[in-house]
């Protein structure tokens, strides 16, 4: 078999049994993910390079030592780990990010989005934008919960763990964030396509 074929797991204990193909697979199969959740954090092209990196040497650190606990998905665990990174970078630069493009990286570049024509490419590309903004405008805590949600796809109990809250107070910036997005098309007049 084939390690693009085996699941996460499987992939980490042929790694763990000398298979060094089966943790570039691990690796290829959720870098995109993980460098655009530590990414739209940080908004700094080459810190997140380098907090990619040190999530993949805490990653195989992790494994190596046996400690890594397969309860959860590979990819929820590693997000975690990013996501922390994150945090302790924050703290020790003091600095707010802003969900944004740039002109050396867009979000919905490295996402894989299905084959479109030129329009409707165009109608997606202004739709993402509009939503970038929306998104960056909102309050931090609010922001954050949106971006571990909808980009880093985790689940409103994994929020809730990552950032110290309940799960009815991740549920209830997600809400806020979401009338805030409407109040603020409405103000604005957006209509999204």
Known sequence: ?????????ELI????????????????????????????????????????????????DTLRKKAYNHEGKFSQWATRIAYNMCVDQFRRNKKHTKVQTSEEFDIFNVLELPDHNKEDQMIISEVHGTVRKLVD????????????????????KEISALTNVSINTALGR?????????????????VLH
Request: with cysteine; glycine share 2%.
């Open 1 to 9: 078999m084939q390690v693009s074929q085996l699941c996460d797991q």
């Open 174 to 190: 997600m809400r806020y964030a979401l009338i805030n997005i409407r109040k603020m098309m409405e103000e604005k007049a957006i």
């Open 137 to 156: 405008m909102l309050p931090d805590e609010q922001k954050e919960v949106v971006i571990l949600r909808h980009y880093a796809d985790l689940s409103f």
């Open 13 to 60: 204990t042929h790694y763990l049994d000398g298979n060094d193909s089966a943790f570039k697979e691990l690796l290829e199969r959720h870098q995109k993910k993980i460098y655009t959740t530590i990414y739209l954090f940080v908004k700094d092209r080459d810190m997140a390079e380098d907090l990619f990196q040190e999530v993949f040497i805490k990653i195989i």
